[in-house]
């Protein structure tokens, strides 16, 4: 199976507000950067999005080492889904998931592939969470 590595981060400017989502996928020693933005968003839709839109442009099952900032995202996915699902898409306040179709999507997705899930702190000089923030960055700010 193949063997890739992800960096993904979202971005918003106002929460709701103008957003974007950048990804750099690294296969055969290779990088290709991916992004882009939504008029009117949250921080987490773009974090997400940033993870399904990665995944998503990955054609064939592959062996995926995912780096995110996002705690929301490692640990929606990782753990807290199971529940959501269980309970009809309900937090354990029986309140309706936030975000829930995006959380559909990313779930579709994950199990096409075969993830490994690790959380980088954000800011802190990490590489290629660096260049995904500023891609996420950039393209918000291509938003009108």
Same mark, same amino acid.
């Given at each position: 199976m193949n063997e890739v590595t992800i960096y993904t981060d979202g971005a918003c400017s106002g929460n709701p507000g103008k957003g974007g989502?950048?990804?750099?996928?690294?296969y055969n020693?290779?990088?290709?950067?991916?992004?882009?933005?939504?008029?009117?968003?949250?921080?987490?839709?773009?974090e997400l999005t940033a993870t399904i839109e990665a995944l998503k442009a990955i054609l064939k099952p592959s062996n995926i080492a995912l780096y995110?900032?996002?705690q929301y995202v490692k640990n929606g996915i990782?753990?807290?889904?199971?529940?959501?699902?269980?309970?009809?898409?309900k937090t354990a306040n029986k309140k309706?998931?936030?975000?829930?179709?995006?959380w559909i999507e990313l779930d579709k997705y /994950? %199990?096409? !592939? $075969?993830?490994?899930?690790?959380? /980088? %702190?954000? !800011? $802190?000089?990490d590489h290629y969470n660096e260049i995904a923030d500023q891609l996420a960055?950039?393209?918000m700010n291509e938003v009108c």
């Open positions: 989502w950048g990804a750099i996928l690294i020693k290779k990088e290709r950067y991916i992004s882009g933005s939504k008029q009117l968003t949250t921080n987490n839709q773009m995110t900032d996002s990782t753990s807290w889904i199971f529940n959501w699902k269980k309970n009809g898409w309706p998931v936030a975000n829930k179709d995006l /994950v %199990k096409i !592939h $075969s993830v490994n899930w690790f959380w /980088v %702190k954000g !800011h $802190s000089g960055v950039n393209a």
